[in-house]
Structures are given as structure tokens and as C-alpha cells.
């Protein structure tokens, strides 16, 4: 039976038994890789087994909001073919003296029960730095818990935990997890990718989506995922409900973006426009960028061969 709090009656975890991820987590090499091992060291248990290895038990997710911590948690769990279990914190962290703690333990011990996931997100909530003299006794005897807990969590499921804050967490909560994962914001090359991935179901033909996502991926690349799939969300309805091209709602965009951006990134969103062809006076238009300083670097001429005389061959 699912956990609950015992005054407010409250299910202490969200229980998801098939978990339906529509688009892969946008990662870099680093990340997916580490992603990746858990997934097999799952999948290939025995084989670990039989040479006295277990698979990873815990992983903690670190990185800023909106990086794909929470969705790749539910990756990992779609991948497995098994049930996630999210704690609730609202249920979970009671008023009353004693009860958070209690309540956090159901939630472990429900948990080691069963051939699931667990996934903690905003783990620095239950998991501060026990020398933090603003917080009070109960929550630095819950770290205790915590302590134990991760220590002893059997190798037949998998715990999961996600801080947007890893300078919040106790130190010795970190050595506790087999793997620490680095959610770092994404490059401008996984933004281009996503946003060209959201944009694949708009009638709009394939070079029209690759030149908005390169023009996009430009403007938006302080952006998290999470902040880049609500403005995509966004930019497709306004184009859909108003019947505007995508050309001119993505110009919207950057002429929009362009009035916050520091003068050196504006003037970087320029001559990428340029580069995809727009003439320059509109990119001064869009960018309030002077023309005249709208300098594109030149693409690198490629050097001949030499031949195996030493001199170069003529081109052809």
C-alpha cells in the first residue's frame, strides 16, 4: 500500500507505472554516457554479479533548473520498464515535530519493497548541511536518516536524487551515492538540436526548420531546456492561431530577445543572421547593431594538397 501521511492522509510519493517519455533528454556526451552505464549496469546485473561487481544502487543528479534532471530520471525508468516513485515533498514535510522523519522512512522503506525507482527531486530540501545553524534539530536528524538509508539501499533497486543546489547538500551526503552526475546548461549546438526536434512537426519544410533553429539556438542560448520547450510551445501556437510564417514569428523572437541582450552577445546574434543570409540592414533592424560593425569572419579557404613532390596540386 502506498505511504501517506498520517494526520493529513496525503500519498507521500506519486506512484507511475508506465512511464511514457515522448522525446529523449537533450545531454551532453559526458552526461548521456553516465546516464547510459546506469541503464546497462541494470540491465547486465549478473553479469556484474558473477565477478563480485553490483550495479550502481544511487546516482545524484546535480546541475541548474530546467536541465533535464526530473526528465531524465523518468528516462531511466521508461528505459527500465519500471515503476517511479516520486516523493512529494508538500506531503511529505509535516509541521509537527517528528513527523517528517517518520514520513521519509515509509517512503525508503515502500520503496526497497518493490522493483521500482525512486526518484527524490529537490533533494536539497531534505538534505542540508547539518552545520546550517538557521535550520532546526529535525531536519538535521532527517539527514541522519538519509545517511543510513542511502547506505544501505539494496542493489535491487535504484534510488535517484536531483539538487538544483549541490552547496546546500550535507558533504557527507555526497559520498553516499555510487554515481554523482553533472547536469551542466546545455550548448548551443543541443539547443539548435532540440529546438529543430520541436519544430519537426511544423508543415513548414526541413531548410525553413533548420535555419529557425539556428537562428533561435543564437538567442536563446542562456536559456535552460525546460525555459526553451515553453517558448517553442509558445512561438508554434502564435504561429498557428495568428497564421503567421515561421520566419517572421522567429524574427519577432529576436527582435524581442535582442532589447535584454549585453551589446557583445547582440552584436554575436548579428553576424550569425548575417551568416544564414540576411542582409545586413536587417539584422541592424532587429539587433539595433550598426551595420557598419556587423563583421562576419570569413570562411577558411581549404589548403591544397601537397603532392609527394612537395609542391601543392594545381585545383582542378
Known sequence: MVPVDAD???QLVKHEANVDVPRTPVLNSVTEAAIEQIIKERNFADD?????????????????????????ARWIAQRLNKTLLTL????????????????????????????CVLFLDEFDAIAKRRDDD?????????????LQEIDDWPSSGLLLA????????????????????????????????HIRDMLASMDTGEASRKWASKVLSSVWSRYSLSDITRNINQLRRQTLLFKQDLRDSVLEVVRKESLDLPKKEKSAVAINLVRLGMSKREAER?????????????????????????KRSARS
Open 8 to 10: 493529513s492522509r496525503l
Open 162 to 193: 536531483a539538487t538544483n543546489h549541490g552547496d546546500l547538500l550535507d558533504p557527507a551526503i555526497w559520498r553516499r551515492f555510487d554515481m554523482v552526475v553533472d547536469f551542466p546548461m546545455p550548448s548551443t549546438e543541443a539547443v539548435e538540436v
Open 88 to 115: 512529494d515533498l508538500a506531503a511529505v514535510m509535516s509541521s509537527y515535530l517528528g513527523k517528517t522523519g517518520t514520513n521519509i522512512r515509509s517512503v525508503l522503506d515502500y520503496a526497497k519493497s518493490g522493483d
Open 48 to 72: 556484474l554479479m558473477r565477478h563480485d561487481l553490483l550495479p550502481s544502487r544511487t546516482a545524484l543528479f546535480v546541475g541548474p533548473p530546467g536541465v533535464g534532471k526530473t526528465l531524465t
Open 286 to 310: 532587429l539587433t539595433d547593431i550598426d551595420r557598419r560593425k556587423i563583421v562576419a569572419a570569413p570562411a577558411k579557404r581549404k589548403r591544397p594538397a601537397k603532392t609527394t613532390s612537395g
Open 134 to 146: 538557521a535550520e532546526i534539530g529535525e531536519l538535521k536528524r532527517l539527514v541522519n536518516v538519509l
